[in-house]
């Protein structure tokens, strides 16, 4: 009897073991799965985003550029649409893809920028008159060659006793995050700011696809200006000096290259895959002027 006992023990336990085994390795495998499952998700949304970037190029580059958006015949229809607007606004194709493409002219460039603009930028998305004094000087003395500090601003002893492990590139900003690392930015602000900013050259300046930020900062004018601005635009693209005169007070700025009122040349392109979370995402800076090995270059590129 006690041997049998045993035996029906001995089995249970067996039993018990071997189930905690297969459940455990149904586990594994449907962990697994979910894994190749994720995988192929993740592949298929980069495959999206470059095949998106790939037909934006081309369109880019043979399409018809006004100074409000990209124009595509009927048959270039692969996109789904006819048109892309120039702007942060972008635009929703198919299959949960969105795109956004914006021309250089219409943002705050970070390279060889008017500080002025810069202050104004940030005195209109809200910062203290202090904080735009040494955001701007601290700029300034970030991108010079020198070791010298300006009167609100910050060179490398400035860094060094605050405990930074970095100091002033003393060079033009490669990547536009460096912006958040300048004595008078923070993350706030920084977020505030970032999508009005590039580091693509900016040659002239295109108030038609420009955000109202923009606008205010770069023209110097206020929102009763910016509507009466913005309503005209609406209805068709500002193109002459004489027209900016007259509705916002103001004259352009001139530029030695490029032009006022026209896309430049160099694009931020933004396409995200997925909705509503977001799978993939693919960003790049282009310079569209043919190259003599390619028909465009790349100035930066993200992805992931």
């Known amino acids: 009897m006690n041997q049998q006992g ?7 336990l067996v039993s018990a073991v071997i189930l ?5 390795f149904n586990w594994i495998v449907k962990e697994h799965l979910k894994a190749a499952e994720g995988l192929k998700v993740k592949a298929e949304a980069m495959m999206e985003a470059r095949s998106t970037y790939d037909s934006l190029m081309y369109y880019i580059l043979t399409g018809q550029l006004t100074q409000k958006e990209i124009l595509f015949s009927r048959e270039q229809n692969v996109l789904g649409v006819q048109r892309i607007p120039l702007g942060r606004t972008g635009i929703k194709l198919g299959n949960g893809v969105f795109v956004r493409v914006q021309d250089s002219s219409s943002l705050v460039s970070l390279v060889g920028s008017d500080v002025e603009v810069l202050k104004r930028l940030a005195a209109v998305l809200g910062a203290k008159p202090e ?21 609100n601003g910050a060179e490398s002893s400035y860094y060094r006793f605050e405990g930074k492990a970095y100091g002033p590139r003393n060079f033009p900003l490669q990547y536009k ?8 930015m923070d993350a706030e602000l920084y977020a505030k700011m970032a ?15 420009a955000d109202d930020a923009t606008l205010m900062a770069y023209l110097d004018i206020d929102q009763e200006a910016l509507d009466k601005l913005k309503g005209y635009i609406t209805q068709q693209p500002v193109g002459t000096d004489a027209e ?10 001139r530029q030695d290259l490029g032009v006022n009122f026209f896309p430049s040349p160099f694009f931020e392109i933004a396409i995200e895959v997925g909705s509503p979370r977001v799978l993939y995402r693919l960003n790049a800076g282009v310079d569209v002027r043919p190259k003599a090995i390619s028909p465009y ?4 590129w993200t992805e992931g």
Request: glycine share 8%.
């Open 195 to 209: 999508p009005y900013l590039t580091v693509l050259p900016s040659l002239g300046f295109n108030p038609n696809a």
């Open 20 to 24: 905690t085994v297969a459940i455990g």
């Open 177 to 184: 995050d460096e912006l958040a690392l300048i004595r008078g």
């Open 131 to 151: 904080t735009v004094s040494t955001l701007a000087d601290s700029f300034s003395d970030w991108i010079d060659p020198d070791d010298l500090s300006r009167l």
């Open 297 to 300: 270059g790349v100035v930066y």
């Open 244 to 253: 900016m005169l007259t509705l916002t007070g103001k004259l352009m700025k």
């Open 6 to 12: 045993s035996a029906t023990i001995l089995t249970l």
